[in-house]
């Protein structure tokens, strides 16, 4: 079992910064990925940001490409994901999730933390 728990969520105005983080622990996966995907309310799941335990693969939704940025500390088994120049549309519930490969699907990913809320005000 792998448990993921995040942090760093809060209220913040619109064109400031958040990063958030998720702990891993429990049996990770060493030559895994770790991911970011945010829902809405009365929106569907997204895939936010993902990369590898190696760091040599790293990918952004379009929607945040150039804003966003995934980062993680293996010693720590944290993923972190710093977020600049947010945008209202923003606005979600955040959520890690670990599995053994990449991806922008969330079905591919076996374990999810509990979601952090980020809310963006005007």
């Known amino acids: 079992q792998v448990q993921l728990v995040e942090s760093g969520g809060g209220t913040v105005q619109a064109g400031g910064s958040l990063r958030l983080s998720c702990a891993a622990s429990?049996?990770?996966?060493?030559?895994?990925?770790m991911g970011w995907f945010r829902q809405a309310p009365g929106k569907e799941r997204e895939f936010v940001a993902a990369?590898?335990?190696?760091?040599?693969?790293?990918y952004y939704a379009d929607s945040v490409k150039g804003r966003f940025t995934i980062s993680r500390d293996n010693a720590k088994n944290t993923v972190y994901l710093q977020m600049n120049s947010l945008k209202p549309e923003d606005t979600a519930v955040y959520y890690c999730?670990?599995?053994?490969?990449?991806?922008?699907?969330?079905?591919?990913?076996?374990?999810w933390g509990q979601g952090t809320q980020v809310t963006l005000s005007s």
């Open positions: 999730a670990a599995g053994r490969i990449i991806s922008t699907q969330g079905n591919l990913y076996d374990y």
């Open positions: 429990g049996r990770t996966f060493s030559n895994g990925a």
């Open positions: 990369i590898t335990w190696s760091r040599n693969t790293i």
